[in-house]
Structures are given as C-alpha cells and as structure tokens.
C-alpha cells in the first residue's frame, strides 16, 4: 500500500477547514513552525495532533484522507506483532500475553513516574502553603505597623532560610 503524503493532507484539511497555519497551530496547540514543516513534508504530525484534526474537519473527501493517514500513523507507532525471523532465519511468532508483559512492564515504569510526580507536587505544595502562611502573618504586620499598633518580632526559628542582617 502506497504511504500518504502527510503534508498533502494536512494542507487539504487545512485549506477546508479555512484557517491560516497560525490558526491551525492554535487549535492543534503547536507552533506555526510545525505546521509549516508538516505542509512542507518535512515533518509529520504525532498521533495525537491528527486525531485532533480529525475532530475539527467536517466529513468528506479530505476528512477520508485524513482517516487513512491516522490509520497509516498508527500502524507506525504502534505496529501489531508479526512473525520475527530467529535464529537461522526461522519465523517465531510472539508468544501469548508477551506483549501484555510488555505493557505491564512501561505500566510500571509509568506508575512509578506518577509516584515520583506525585511526590514532588505534594512537596511543592507544602513549601507553597508555607510561604502563603508567611505572606499572609507579613501582611498582617504591616497592617498592624500602619495602624500605629507595636508587632512582637518573633524568635527567629532554626531553618533553612538564612537570615540576613540590614
């Protein structure tokens, strides 16, 4: 089967779809740039952007060629198992649940990367709430300091904050 001309397509849909290639990077959230190299066929479009574009082109003729690209991205990326040569040029095929194995296998490496995401968030935060809270005590005192009314300077805590003398 004959590969389509990604830039091809992607102009077509463009052109049906009326929008410039700053407005066609806007809606597919890229940079003109990259739309500009996909036009030119320099680049194609990841999975994820042509199924965008598929959600905006009304259906037709370009919105065909669009469904046969996606179909065409897909077996690229992600490519159903076939028979490998082996050793002495034997065919094997895949054994049953390997490719489960593989998907638990990045299912783990991206449950961990959640994990470590997660992790750091919840630290930010809390670092976060803690600068709230001072800014917060901060405006506090100098409403107190503009009333006229004294502050009490609190003791200066042990922490990683160094302090700094005027």
Avoid: F, Y
């Avoid at 009326?18 to 990259?34: D, F």
């Avoid at 040569?85 to 095929?93: A, E, N």
């Avoid at 049953?96 to 299912?107: F, T």
């Amino acid at each position: 089967m004959e590969e389509m001309n990604a830039a091809k397509v992607v102009k077509k849909v463009r052109q049906r779809l009326e929008v410039s290639q700053e407005g066609l990077a806007r809606l597919l959230n890229a940079t003109k740039g990259a739309v500009q190299h996909w036009e030119r066929g320099r680049n194609r479009p990841d999975l994820a952007r042509l199924l965008a574009l598929r959600q905006l082109c009304p259906a037709g003729a370009e919105r065909k060629e669009l469904e046969t690209l996606i179909k065409e991205t897909q077996a690229h990326t992600a490519p159903l198992p076939t028979g490998q040569p082996g050793p002495g040029g034997k065919i094997t095929l895949p054994q049953p649940g390997e490719s489960l194995i593989l998907l638990r296998r990045d299912n783990n490496k991206l449950r961990k990367q959640v994990a470590k995401l997660e992790s750091t968030l919840k630290r930010r935060s809390e670092k976060l709430r803690i600068l709230e809270d001072l800014a917060t005590e901060l405006q506090r005192d100098m409403a107190k300091l503009r009333a006229g009314q004294s502050v009490a300077v609190p003791e200066p805590a042990s922490s990683s904050v160094p302090q700094t003398s005027e």
